[in-house]
């Protein structure tokens, strides 16, 4: 072996090349170089340093230094190319396995959210990546006003926070259709919530779903179905909130799940106030902004820089044309869920 870690043949073609050079001030043949590039494409492969493959061709040199008068600086140039096509070859092939590797861990992930995979094949490649599917995951889906793709520098600042404080306990971070993910343990709870801190952070305010833990090798996929179900929601309901709990939205889903009902509660509700001057959206928006305020005539006039007592009128105005009153507790009840109805189904600009 020469220099510890290279056999000796590796170099036999370059000390042969580099005595023809002193004896004939011959340049570096392209077969030469291209052998050069080949060995170099196979010493990455097989796992040896290039430093220490470097340091074996320039021994190699200094052991057999030719004995030609003036013809030093021809070898040096000689070994020159023959080096850097050596790293060039060294330096091909890992970015080669580094695409592999990339390519292996986005099929992965793919699968792992879309459920493509055999779910025991899953769970064993999931291991390579520290996670273990048999507990129970949760993922977190950050979506802001830009595009992030893995590498970029929103992705490296919140996975370097991450790393920093919990280091690799089973967390994958990754991108997907332009949003950031995390993957943690159903029962590490404080790893999402520094995510979707890092991920506002980093993005300059995005907002952060949480899905709720899920078990199994199927359970990534729901709980990230799950994160992107609240996302679409806080975008039909305009919930600005940075950071939404699957948890804590469990009854829009249960509201939305028979259209056809919730059609017809929010037609026979609501639809009265279409005959209203101005059509149906200043009542509802009145009504939306008067349940958010807790049913509060002083901070939902505010928040609608109304006086309480144009407040008043237009909720007066509501009773008369629904026959619904909102200052009754089991009619309030009624037209709160029609106006949650109203805007699952983008009502009335959606006409039903």
Request: overall charge neutral; glycine content about 8%.
């Amino acid at each position: 072996m020469i220099g510890a870690e290279l056999p000796a043949d590796w170099l036999d073609g370059c000390t042969r090349m580099l005595a023809e050079v002193a004896a004939t001030g011959r340049r570096p043949r392209r077969e030469e170089l291209d052998a050069r590039r080949a060995l170099g494409e196979l010493a990455a492969a097989s796992g040896l340093g290039l430093r220490a493959m470097v340091s074996s061709h320039l021994a190699a040199a200094r052991t057999d230094w030719p004995g030609v008068p003036g013809s030093a600086d021809r070898v040096l140039a000689a070994l020159q190319q023959a080096v850097d096509a050596f790293a060039e070859g060294y330096e091909r092939a890992q970015r080669l396995a580094v695409r592999r590797e990339e390519a292996v861990r986005r099929e992965f992930i793919d699968d792992l959210l879309h459920g493509r995979s055999d779910l025991g094949r899953l769970a064993a490649r999931a291991e390579r990546f520290g996670l273990r599917l048999a507990q129970a995951h949760a993922v977190a889906v950050a979506q802001g006003p830009e595009f992030y793709d893995e590498g970029d520098s929103v992705a490296r600042q919140v996975e370097q926070a991450l790393l920093g404080r919990f280091g690799g306990r089973s967390v994958l971070l990754t991108t997907k259709e332009g949003r950031l993910l995390c993957v943690a343990p159903g029962d590490q709870e404080e790893i999402l919530s520094h995510f979707a801190k890092q991920a506002y952070a980093a993005t300059d305010g995005c907002q952060v779903a949480l899905g709720r833990p899920q078990s199994g090798a199927g359970g990534v996929m729901h709980s990230y179905e799950e994160a992107l179900s609240v996302l679409e929601l806080a975008q039909r309901l305009d919930l600005d909130d940075p950071v939404l709990r699957a948890a804590d939205l469990l009854v829009y889903p249960v509201l939305g799940r028979d259209r056809q009902a919730m059609a017809d509660l929010v037609r026979n509700v609501l639809g009265p106030l279409a005959s209203a001057r101005g059509g149906a959206r200043p009542h509802l928006d009145t009504l939306t902004v008067y349940f958010d305020s807790g049913c509060v005539s002083a901070e939902a006039a505010r928040r609608l820089s109304l006086s309480v007592r144009a407040l008043t009128y237009r909720l007066e105005r509501i009773h008369r044309l629904t026959g619904a009153s909102p200052a009754d507790p089991a009619q309030r009840y009624m037209l709160q869920t029609a106006v949650i109805g109203a805007r699952l189904l983008d009502w009335p600009a959606t006409e039903l």
